[in-house]
């Protein structure tokens, strides 16, 4: 019996949806020629990878999320650190999403995958319904993971400053403790949508904190800033807030150490100590903001 690669299975998610697509170079539209390529009319060509995603970038960018820390990402996800987050984000979207119409989620910056995936489990085992998904990073090794570990969405490595997606695509914008490019965002979003973003709370891994920045202006964190900034940007509809304390097992302590920026720049010895505290839980702490767009330009 044939089984279909990862590739073909996610060309043909692309041609069913390429109307979505605009070229980040010249801004025309592009379809999947041979279920090989996106195209554009003006021939600017992407090849869609083996693993089943696309990378739209004109050049290649270096960050510094790499591989491992994408890896680590994954298993902390795998390990329910985050559930609580997005059983709070999937309810938020089926609350605010009352028709039968289908729904557009685009998640920007979405890393190796996790939160977009959980999300859309989360509303197909309680709402079942038509539903696009895709997710944009500016990291190849986060799309390449989340392309090879669910076929559930478009993924695409792209920058968030140029998406390459048609104007009012999506129902939903999901931004994830995650930069934002809040104009791309108002061009994206369908009338009446909504963005979705989280962002730590002042208690967001607390124990990391006090151990690795005690006695250092990082030991406490703000995000005033953050949502000042999104609410000159955005009607400010609602903000939920969700705290919890997620159980670490002993595999999960250097994976958590290793996905977050916040072991970058600390002392070893300041990681060693807080290795040998064998933490037992550590704190969780969003807030969700929900926006609207404010005087919505036409594009």
């Known amino acids: ?48 990878a083996k693993h ?31 559930n609580p987050l997005d059983v709070a984000v999937s309810q938020i979207i089926m609350n605010r999403h009352s028709s039968n119409e ?69 129902k939903f914008i999901l931004n994830i403790l995650s930069p934002a490019n809040y104009s791309e965002f108002r061009r994206l979003i369908s009338n009446k949508g909504l963005v979705i973003k989280v962002v730590p709370e002042q208690d967001y891994l607390k124990e990391l904190r006090e151990i690795l920045y005690k006695g250092s202006d990082k030991q406490t964190y703000s995000n005033s800033l953050t949502i000042s900034h999104f609410n000159k940007h955005f009607n400010i509809l609602d903000i939920e807030s969700i705290r919890y304390q997620a159980d670490l097992s002993e595999q999960l302590i250097e994976p958590l150490l290793g996905m977050t920026p916040l072991s970058w720049g600390t002392s070893e010895e300041r990681i060693e100590k807080f290795l040998q505290l064998n933490l037992k839980q550590v704190t969780m702490d969003f807030k969700i903001l929900i926006g609207s767009v404010k005087n ?3 594009d």
């Open 52 to 82: 089943g995603y696309v990378n739209l970038l004109s050049r290649g960018i270096s960050t510094k999320y790499d591989k491992k820390i994408f890896e680590y990402r994954r298993l902390i996800s795998k390990g329910s650190l985050f």
């Open 102 to 170: 289908p729904i557009s989620i685009l998640d920007a910056g979405c890393g190796e995958g996790s939160h977009l995936n959980n999300i859309q489990i989360e509303i197909n085992r309680k709402k079942p319904m038509d539903l696009l998904a895709a997710g944009i990073d500016i990291s190849k090794e986060g799309i390449s993971l989340a392309a090879e570990g669910y076929s559930n969405a478009i993924w695409c490595v792209a920058d968030i400053a140029n998406c390459p997606f048609s104007s009012q695509r999506f």
């Open 296 to 298: 919505k330009p036409h």
């Open 1 to 48: 019996m044939f089984q279909k690669s990862k590739k073909l299975i996610s060309a043909e998610t692309f041609e069913v949806h390429q109307e979505i697509f605009r070229c980040p170079l010249c801004k025309k539209p592009m379809q999947v020629i041979h279920l090989q390529s996106l195209v554009c009319s003006n021939q600017h060509c992407f090849d869609i």
